[in-house]
């Protein structure tokens, strides 16, 4: 999506291994940092999701890191799982501060046996 | 409570004709926005509505319009269709406009031949 850098696009790692997503987003005033998962034939759904006032969001095996200094936010997923498989997209604000939501273009994320 | 439901799951039309694609929200929401999802361009955002009003609107031809009814149950719909068309429609629904938990729909799959 416009603004919204989201890498690596393809991510394999070993079941049991850690998995990290970045996103870079470009609008200083962004204040909303989600991740969403979408599995195959449904629709994303979110996982985990910071405001700009934390540094750090911890759920179980997923985290979220954000630096607003350098302006971007990243997933971790710790002790990969074979349902941790499909596609992670970050969705922060967009520029111009109008709100609206744009989606990076998704990290398919698998995970090895 | 019953998810975001879209209606219908699977369509296919041809090249010229006009399709009308449904999404009822989760109760309670008052916001509706629509994605395009394509392998290429990942997922785009088409618009948001909020109260019946249009409140944002993505990079898309005039083709593709929206609306909202009084009991938030939204329509999207794209005339003089293109074989480019072909996508998956995502609907999300929400609280409240504007940065916050998206909940999505199944989508729709439009096939144009």
């Known amino acids: 999506g416009e603004n919204v850098e989201q890498h690596p696009s393809t991510l394999s790692v070993q079941e049991g291994d850690s998995a990290v997503i970045k996103c870079t987003y470009s609008?200083?005033?962004?204040?909303?940092f989600p991740w969403y998962k979408q599995e195959l034939g449904k629709g994303p759904q979110l996982i985990i999701d910071?405001?700009?006032?934390?540094g750090e969001k911890k759920d179980q095996r997923i985290a979220v890191t954000l630096n607003k200094t350098a302006k971007h936010f990243s997933l971790h997923i710790t002790e990969t799982q074979p349902e941790d498989s499909a596609v992670y997209f970050c969705?922060?604000?967009?520029?111009?501060?109008?709100?609206?939501?744009?989606f990076g273009k998704g990290t398919r994320l698998h995970i090895l046996p | 409570k019953a998810g975001v439901t879209q209606t219908p799951r699977y369509l296919i039309k041809t090249r010229g004709q006009q399709v009308t694609l449904s999404c009822s929200p989760i109760?309670?929401?008052?916001?509706v926005s629509w994605y395009q999802q394509t392998p290429g361009q990942g997922l785009q955002f088409l618009f948001e509505?909020?109260?019946?009003?249009?409140?944002n609107k993505g990079n898309f031809p005039g083709r593709f319009s929206g609306r909202q009814f009084s009991n938030s149950r939204s329509e999207m719909n794209v005339s003089t269709l293109e074989l480019g068309d072909s996508a998956l429609y995502l609907c999300?629904?929400?609280?409240?406009?504007?940065?916050?938990?998206?909940?999505f729909g199944p989508g729709t799959r439009l096939t144009v031949l």
């Open positions: 609008d200083s005033a962004s204040n909303y």
């Open positions: 509505y909020f109260s019946e009003t249009q409140r």
């Open positions: 109760s309670g929401h008052r916001s």
């Open positions: 910071i405001r700009s006032n934390v």
């Open positions: 999300a629904s929400s609280l409240l406009s504007g940065p916050n938990e998206q909940f």
């Open positions: 969705a922060p604000p967009a520029e111009n501060r109008d709100d609206k939501i744009i």
